[in-house]
T-cell receptor, first 107, second 113 residues
């Protein structure tokens, strides 16, 4: 079964500290992995996707097929990073979302 | 030039009423979705339509009925509203042939009293 797991429901870090949001997945084929972000009372928007291998707002995520992980990282957290983050998997014309991690960056 | 738009953004109604939420996308995408985000921020797929044809219908009460008059529109009609239906409903669209990215609307916050 296809599944996306985000083990941390809540995560708090201090401004300037590194942050890592964990995501593990299970999928029988070759999935595409995404991170979506939802700022307070806004729509979900794409943060980054694994095939583009780019850094957005200082965030990066590497797809580790051996560990079936797609953790989101940023070396220095900023207050404006406080938001809800969803890991998502696309496969077979369907999207599967994790339960989300609420990140709070403490000033 | 909003890509995915939903109306209304806020909806407050009494239990037992019937309500609809409309969604339109101007991206030319073939696939549209309805997601429900509950108070714990869990995001759950409800329906998916591809070229006006239903392809995903998760375990959703049959009080919820999606309607797609054309591939740019996917409306959600809810009958006999219950307290547990209070949530934020997001419409989304995607173009799997190219980017596979989901584009979301701003959400419609439904409150059932």
């Amino acid at each position: 079964a296809q599944r996306v797991t985000q083990p941390e429901k809540l995560l708090s870090v201090f401004k300037g500290a590194p942050v890592e949001l964990k995501c593990n997945y299970s999928y029988s084929g070759s999935p595409e992995l995404f991170w979506y972000v939802q700022y307070s009372r806004q729509r979900l928007q794409l943060l980054l996707r694994h095939i583009s291998r780019e850094s957005i707002k200082g965030f990066t995520a590497d797809l580790n097929k051996g560990e079936t992980s797609f953790h989101l990282k940023k070396p220095f957290a900023q207050e404006e990073d406080s938001a809800m983050y969803y890991c998502a998997l696309s496969g077979g014309n369907q999207f599967y979302f994790g339960t989300g991690t609420s990140l709070t960056v403490i000033p | 030039d909003t890509a995915v738009s939903q109306t209304p953004k806020y909806l407050v109604t009494q239990m037992g009423n019937d309500k609809s939420i409309k969604c339109e996308q101007n991206l030319g995408h073939d696939t549209m979705y309805w997601y429900k985000q509950d108070s714990k921020k869990f995001l759950k797929i409800m329906f998916s339509y591809n070229n006006k044809e239903l392809i995903i219908n998760e375990t959703v009460p049959n009080r919820f009925s999606p309607k797609s008059p054309d591939k740019a529109h996917l409306n959600l009609h809810i009958n006999s509203l219950e307290l547990g239906d209070s949530a934020v409903y997001f419409c989304a669209s995607s173009d799997f042939a190219n980017t596979g990215e989901l584009f979301f609307g701003e959400g419609s916050r439904l409150t059932v009293l």
